[in-house]
């Protein structure tokens, strides 16, 4: 490579697309590539994490990446010392985010190692209960968030208020529930990498002994071997499927195929039996329908709380094809036998002690694996659907106080303007004069929301600058999917024209019509038999996996959720192609191989 | 006590002296459950037979006396010989009497194949299969006699008895049973390893195929399709499909095979589907997990029996190459526990690639 022109673009020169002017002002100082750093950041790789964030952030949603990104580091960093790996540092440009891990010093390295084992032993010697400790800090918080509200002010304070000397105006929850709001998530996003930077470490341990033993052995068979199938992830789609399996055997199936929800519901009812699955639907619903079809880092992320034709669509799905005579339920026996089948015929081709090893580390990784997958549903699901719900009671508040003219306003505004529009909102009240808001905000969110706009219509870089000869971080591996291959892919991947290359991350082999979905709402769309293509997949799209035949992402490693429900759900999947989305059309014919990461479009 | 002709289906552990590797090893498969086309065993107490009561045995004798091994000519001389003088004898009545009754119940005028099956010949450590000649769409008794005939007297090729004297294995000693099989109307054949031959991983199973009989993918006269199947995923990982410009079929006016150009549409297609490469490898394990050691299976999908049960196995033997080594450990030892992350950590599988 020459000098002089790097592999990938440097930030500095990447502008902004037309209409997007200014879009620097939408984000804290500490997230741009700043004009005077130029030389420092131009030395570091940077790739995008589109994986997370495939769209271009609106003001507050980008807290969503300063928590989770600075969260993980800690762990790294301050927790565990983990000997070779700091966290990972991010940027946003052009309203994407972009990553470039921190290593340690080789010189460092040796001393963090006694600190990492004290540590990080503590908490494998000690994960059952230091999970249900986790488990139990979670759901309180989710609990408290849940008991937050927010309240507009009254004309005047209360007259018990008055007379108890309580002392203080209805201000004063306004403000202090919003901080408690933003404080409770962000010790959330703590908990959330509390324990998955070791369950990664676990895992790769485990991944790297069995590429040792068998270097040819298949990602996704070391994945395989320690997979639960019982995840709390899949518990949301379980439970559909069960009120499905209800609904026929209680005879009020034929009652809820039609009409509105509520329409629905009331139609079920009224039969003999309805009562008693209105009140299993109603059992599910708390905590299973926290459950979104996004990916919880959007506040425009819907839930299926709040939007229950999306589980009642699937739950649709479920009742024909029971009716149609097929099982829709996971066959868990088989799973786990074929999970204990694999790993036993791969320690057969070990040496003794060898085998002893491979039982040690799988033993660990199965342990600590669950919650790689769990988390997903505590953390972005529930904690998040929670968080986002409270969010837009607020923004909802405040534009039925006139302060923007849509509900979603709050949004287009960072976490510190919103504090400071409270303030502006106690204040006038308190005050008797007149909100600024209302005259301020709407024209400058509407500005901001051309800005945003503008910034979608143009694709984030795969990556920044020169990446290093090879990459050795683990995390960045393991949770990016990001090895020197695949970076020599992002380049590659635009020549090939009739193929494109992608992870093998879910085995099979089949051939189909392409659904090329680019968001939530299109799922509905989906052919039973089709091949799903989409930029990025959420594991609440776990219901629409029984219609099809196969997975291609444009983003995602092994571990990504769409390499993970694939796998679950036994479909094959190719992920991380970079471009198959924008490459393939629905209703192409194409082979998706999942076995070699192959795609082909046929016809 | 002596028995000339053994059915596939009844040959027991005692017998495997005397049917030799490939009939015993079908004899297994059969039992096994395996589908094997069905057939018997020529046994070398018929081999014995023919040497002692036609007055072959001493005619052998002299005519090694006279050979010197280390001359080319002298060899093959001898070799000329003595297969004349194999042809130059009736088979014993008894012994005759008994291949005809066996190829009798396997139908009227059955095709079959006509294979050597000889005691020393699938030694996991002697890796000279193939050395005695195979006949294949035989059809009638009078032929197939004649054709064990040869095959007996195709001990004795110069090759052969190189072979022998310069590993000390004896010329007379060596005994030959024979295989007579029913023949495989085979659409694909082809061959299955159970580890990678070009690595020695086993994690992999191996598989050649291409059009008609396996005898051309055995011999190398096409260029087979090349499927890679991961053993315990059962995964196709791999498949190079290859240009097969010509096949082995039946001409069953002739009573023999012809090669014959494979229309163009075929030759570039794959020519087995991948649950067919499935399947094959799902036999080749099975078999590696009978036979407790890596197989090298011959196998064919047989376009005469019905989808589903078509494909059968004409041979298992022990994998010769990598079987011999002793099974690597991976150059760097490995720590557990903590240590061991530690190690994944500073040196992760994706950066050593």
């Known amino acids: ?603 | 006590m002596t028995k000339f002709t053994l059915p596939f289906s009844g040959i027991g552990t005692a017998d495997h002296a005397r049917v030799g590797g490939k009939c015993a090893s079908l004899g297994e498969m059969t039992q096994a459950g395996v589908a094997v086309p069905t057939g018997f065993a020529v046994t070398t107490d018929s081999y014995v037979a023919m040497l002692d009561e036609t007055g072959l045995r001493a005619e052998i004798q002299a005519q090694l006396d006279s050979t010197d091994f280390d001359n080319v000519p002298s060899l093959e001389r001898s070799a000329q010989a003595i297969q004349i003088r194999f042809r130059s004898h009736k088979i014993p009545a008894a012994v005759e009497a008994a291949i005809r009754d066996d190829y009798t119940a396997m139908g009227r005028d059955m095709p079959v194949a006509v294979r050597s099956s000889a005691t020393a010949e699938d030694l996991p450590d002697a890796s000279f299969a193939g050395q005695q000649d195979t006949y294949l769409w035989v059809v009638g008794a009078d032929s197939v006699i004649e054709h064990v005939r040869d095959c007996w007297a195709s001990l004795f090729t110069a090759r052969a008895m190189k072979y022998r004297h310069d590993h000390d294995l004896g010329q007379i000693d060596v005994l030959m049973s024979v295989a007579v099989q029913k023949m495989v109307n085979a659409q694909t054949a082809g061959v299955a390893m159970t580890l990678d031959p070009l690595t020695g991983d086993r994690t992999r199973i191996v598989i050649d195929a291409s059009y008609g009989l396996g005898e051309l993918v055995v011999s190398g006269i096409v260029t087979p399709d090349n499927f890679t199947v991961e053993k315990v995923l059962m995964e196709v990982i791999d498949r190079k499909v290859s240009d097969k410009h010509i096949e082995l079929v039946p001409d069953v006016a002739a009573a023999t095979t012809v090669e014959r150009e494979v229309d163009a549409d075929r030759r570039k297609a794959q020519c087995l589907t991948d649950a067919q490469v499935i399947a094959v490898a799902k036999l080749a394990k099975a078999l590696e997990r009978q036979n407790k050691c890596p197989q090298d299976v011959e196998w064919a999908f047989d376009a005469d029996l019905p989808e589903g049960e078509n494909l059968v196995a004409l041979q298992s033997r022990p994998e010769t190459v990598w079987s011999q080594k002793p099974i690597e450990q991976p150059a760097k030892s490995f720590a557990t526990g903590m240590m061991g992350m530690v190690g994944a950590l500073n040196n992760p599988v994706g950066s050593k690639k």
Not at chain 1, 156 to 180: F, H, I
Not at chain 1, 571 to 587: C, N
């Open chain 1, 1 to 603: 490579m020459d000098a002089k022109t790097s592999m990938f673009p440097s930030a500095y020169d990447l502008k902004a697309p037309a209409g997007a002017e200014g879009w620097e002002d939408l984000y804290p100082y500490y997230l741009k590539f700043q004009p005077a750093l130029r030389e420092k950041e131009d030395q570091k790789f940077w790739f995008c994490d589109s994986q997370h964030w495939p769209n271009p952030f609106k003001p507050f949603d980008a807290m969503t990446v300063e928590f989770a990104v600075k969260c993980l580091g800690q762990y790294n960093t301050r927790h565990y010392l983990v000997p070779p790996a700091n966290g990972v540092d991010y940027r946003i440009h052009n309203g994407y985010v972009y990553m470039s891990p921190i290593g340690v010093a080789p010189e460092l390295i040796e001393d963090r190692v006694p600190q990492f084992m004290d540590r990080a032993g503590h908490y494998f010697q000690n994960w059952p209960s230091l999970l249900e400790n986790w488990h139990k800090k979670v759901k309180a918080n989710i609990d408290e968030m849940e008991a937050i509200s927010f309240e507009k002010l009254p004309d005047v304070v209360p007259v018990e208020w008055v007379k108890d000397g309580v002392g203080l105006d209805n201000t004063t929850a306004l403000s202090e529930n919003y901080d408690r709001m933003i404080q409770l998530i962000y010790r959330t996003w703590q908990y959330h990498f509390e324990f998955l930077n070791l369950g990664y470490a676990a895992y790769l341990d485990f991944f790297g002994f069995m590429k040792e033993q068998f270097p040819s052995i298949p990602d996704q068979a070391i994945a395989k071997m320690v997979q639960g199938h019982n995840s709390d992830l899949f518990r949301p789609d379980d439970e559909v499927k069960k009120l499905a399996r209800l609904a026929v055997e209680l005879g009020v199936a034929e009652a809820l195929k039609t009409g509105s929800v509520e329409e629905a519901l009331a139609a079920v009812q009224s039969q003999p039996e309805g009562a008693k699955w209105v009140a299993a639907w109603e059992a599910a619903k708390d905590p299973w329908f926290n459950y979104t079809t996004g990916n919880g880092f959007y506040s425009t992320d819907k839930y299926w709380n709040e939007h229950l034709d999306i589980p009642l669509g699937y739950l649709r799905n479920y009742i024909e094809r029971i009716e149609a005579g097929e099982t829709i339920e996971r066959p868990m026996d088989a799973l786990h036998a074929e999970r204990d089948r694999i790993a036993s015929e791969y320690q057969e081709m070990m040496s003794p002690e060898a085998a002893e090893a491979f039982q040690g580390k799988m033993g660990l990784a199965r342990t600590v694996y669950p919650y790689v997958e769990d988390h997903n549903f505590y953390i972005e699901h529930w904690s998040m659907g929670v968080f986002w719900k409270k969010m837009r009671a607020l923004s909802k508040l405040l534009h039925e106080e006139g302060f923007w003219p849509t509900e979603d306003g709050m949004f287009y505004l960072t976490r510190n303007e919103v504090r400071d529009v409270i303030f502006d909102y106690g204040n006038a009240w308190a005050v008797g004069g007149e909100w600024a808001g209302p005259t301020h905000w709407p024209q400058e969110i509407e500005r901001r929301r051309g800005i945003i706009d503008a910034l979608a219509t143009q694709a984030p870089q795969p990556a920044l600058n020169n990446p290093p000869e090879v990459i050795t971080e683990p995390f960045t591996i393991m949770l990016w999917g990001i090895t020197s291959d695949s970076i020599k892919n992002w380049i590659g991947g635009d020549e090939a024209s009739e193929g494109l290359t992608g992870m093998a991350a879910s085995p099979g082999a089949v051939e189909g019509i392409a659904r090329v979905i680019r968001n939530p709402d299109q799922l509905d769309e989906i052919e039973q038999g089709e091949i799903l293509v989409a930029p990025v997949t959420a594991p609440s799209w776990a219901p629409v996996f029984g219609k099809i035949q196969a997975t291609v992402t444009d983003i995602g490693g092994m571990m990504s959720h769409a390499a993970i429900v694939c796998r679950e759900y036994g479909l094959p999947a190719v992920t991380g192609t970079g471009s198959a989305s924008t490459k393939i059309k629905t209703g192409d014919r194409i082979r998706v191989d999942g076995n070699t990461g192959q795609v082909t479009v046929l016809s």
